[in-house]
């Protein structure tokens, strides 16, 4: 069984004070036969747009995967894009009936150290999460997107025909800063002279702003851009429509459903959420902090370049194994 509940009808049934009233009454999303008694109870926070094309969706794929692999043994329930000011009564409406609560990203990661500390029975993980203080029912699985955004730099060098790439990140926090810092630093691995345009935009979803920062880094050359946006990745898709830019993807490998996009990064945010999941079901989930990245392989990280030619695939390959053995360092997040 899949439950929802969206923003809107989250900020109305609030106000009706009737929240559990609205998760048991929401429309399935996702039938499937009915459960056993003893179903794991999982319910999952999605702050974004399930439809984001970015982290978000991702996460979502990760959470339909789930609900595939485990049908009856599993009974979820999803919030999905609500404002940040309504995470933590979220968290601790899922937090009140179900055995493992998800959050997808790296924003959820204050409100949920909050609430489990009031649900010490709960367990809870982290998608996105970085080291810091630790409690015994949470666990955090960094993306380490850092990592993959060096290489993701590298990717876009060989690309770029203007010799000029550009990143656009949402909220400048560090594990944004710092895949923005290292998809620059991949990208001078490949050519030294290549001209890197940074922008943060403030807000993962807002479209024109992510617009505007595209369009000014074109303005300086750029032909090819990355991204860490959730609906704001809308307005660099319109402003590389309008110009005849490319975009590398993040976060899940799309390569032949849009021309626009001429690689993309894998960063396992839906990988993660079926790993939480099938660590609750199997009975072997653990807290703390677990490091994903290129040592848990492509299905928690991985660059793919549409198209590409064997020279560029061996090189990315390279600079992969670089990593993983200290050869390349890169920063955390």
């Not at 609205?22 to 109870?41: E, G, I």
């Not at 439809?51 to 789930?66: I, N, Q, R």
């Not at 999803?78 to 601790?92: F, G, H, K, R």
């Not at 061996?314 to 050869?327: A, F, V």
Request: aromatic residues 8%; contains cysteine.
């Amino acid at each position: 069984m899949f439950s929802s509940l969206t923003r809107r009808t989250f900020a109305r049934t609030f106000a009706a004070y009737a929240v559990v009233a609205a998760l048991s009454s929401s429309a399935a999303l996702l039938a499937t036969p009915a459960q056993a008694a003893d179903a794991a109870r999982i319910g999952i926070l999605i702050p974004g747009s399930k439809s984001d094309k970015g982290w978000m969706e991702s996460g979502y794929d990760g959470l339909v995967a789930a609900q595939k692999a485990h049908g009856d043994k599993i009974k979820v329930q999803m919030i999905e894009n609500i404002n940040y000011a309504d995470m933590e009564q979220a968290l601790t409406n899922l937090a009140s009936k179900n055995q493992l609560v998800i959050g997808v990203g790296g924003q959820t990661q204050a409100a949920v150290m909050k609430i489990a500390k009031r649900f010490p029975k709960t367990k809870f993980s982290i998608v996105g999460g970085n080291k810091g203080d630790s409690l015994p029912n949470v666990a955090g699985y960094d993306v380490k997107q850092a990592e993959i955004a060096f290489v993701a730099g590298a990717a876009a060098a060989m690309l770029s025909k203007n010799g000029a790439v550009s990143y656009v990140g949402g909220m400048e926090i560090p594990s944004i800063v710092n895949a923005g810092k290292e998809f620059g630093k991949g990208a001078a691995y490949i050519n030294p002279k290549i001209k890197y345009v940074e922008n943060y935009t403030g807000d993962f979803d807002d479209v024109a702003k992510s617009k505007e920062a595209t369009l000014a880094a074109i303005a300086q050359g750029a032909d090819v851009h990355y991204h860490i946006l959730n609906l704001g990745l809308r307005g660099m898709e319109q402003a590389a429509k309008e110009k005849g830019t490319k975009i590398i993807g993040s976060y899940t490998d799309r390569c032949g459903s849009d021309p626009l996009y001429v690689a993309y990064s894998i960063t396992g945010v839906g990988y993660q959420v079926e790993y939480a999941i099938k660590e609750l079901v199997s009975g072997s989930w653990k807290a703390g902090y677990k490091p994903f990245g290129l040592a848990m392989g492509a299905k928690a990280s991985d660059m793919v370049i549409c198209g590409g030619t064997a020279a560029q695939k061996t090189k990315l390959e390279e600079i992969k194994k670089d990593i993983l053995s200290g050869k390349i360092k890169v920063l955390e997040g």
